[in-house]
């Protein structure tokens, strides 16, 4: 039966994820607590992954209830409560990277890279049948590596692929409708090691050979703009909004 099998956030953008048993859907349509804070270059970019090639040296945990970032890189671990200590945090970070960066926080959508939408859904399906066409991924590696809101269990690898397409159309968690919006392209992230950064030579040659092989039939391809594409991004309907998403609710897709 499909449920949903994980949730996780990403309260500051680019660092590790915080796995949740419930999370409520702002006014904004995006999951309270994603992306809430976000390092910021001199230039007013964010900056994550894209943009710091060793941000995988810092492993990180996130207190939603105090918001008490706990960061760690090589033998140096510091703690900051961001709702005092945002200053001593944003100079952490510029020590690390070598630039200037200031750690903000911003109410929903906050820091997600398409404000106008929702959650991100795959499939553990998904992850597993990515995992296996690379050497030495495991599930978890593709998805520290994807950073997937929802993960869907109980359906075949890709199903969240269905619900893209001219039709809208959509599913339900526990009556909370989720419509897909858009396929998610990649960018270099996923190509890295999500502990040593390490890139695995040829990964977006290799990923998108492969996705053409494994493409289901339910598939539209006119829905993709190439296919180094994996993920959906949902939106969330307005009545919908405020409603809760919880670990092992029930999901229904007729």
Request: proline letters at 7%.
């Amino acid at each position: 039966m499909a449920h949903v099998e994980n949730i996780r956030i990403y309260p500051v953008k680019g660092l590790d994820p915080t796995a949740i048993e419930s999370v409520t859907v702002s006014g904004a349509g995006t999951l309270k607590g994603d992306r809430k804070y976000a390092m910021v270059g001199s230039d007013g970019e964010t900056l994550n992954g894209k943009q710091i090639d060793d941000i995988n040296e810092i492993t990180s945990r996130f207190d939603p209830e105090t918001d008490v970032l706990t960061v760690r890189e090589a033998d140096t671990t510091r703690r900051f409560d961001l709702t005092t200590e945002r200053d001593e945090a944003s100079e952490w970070f510029s020590d690390f990277a070598g630039e200037p960066i200031e750690l903000r926080r911003r109410e929903p959508p906050a820091f997600v890279d398409r404000p106008a939408l929702g959650p991100s859904v795959i499939s553990t399906g998904t992850l597993e049948e990515i995992a296996s066409w690379f050497e030495g991924m495991t599930a978890d590696g593709a998805r520290r590596r994807l950073r997937p809101n929802v993960e869907v269990g109980g359906v075949p690898a890709f199903w969240e692929d269905r619900f893209l397409g001219d039709d809208p159309s959509g599913f339900e968690i526990d009556g909370i409708r989720l419509e897909g919006a858009e396929a998610c392209g990649r960018c270099v992230v996923p190509t890295r090691d999500p502990d040593t950064g390490e890139p695995i030579e040829e990964f977006r040659q290799r990923f998108i050979e492969r996705r053409r092989e494994t493409l289901p039939e339910w598939i539209d391809e006119d829905a993709f703009e190439h296919l180094y594409t994996v993920m959906v991004i949902t939106s969330i309907p307005e009545p919908d909004r405020g409603e809760t998403l919880r670990v092992d609710d029930e999901i229904d897709s007729e």
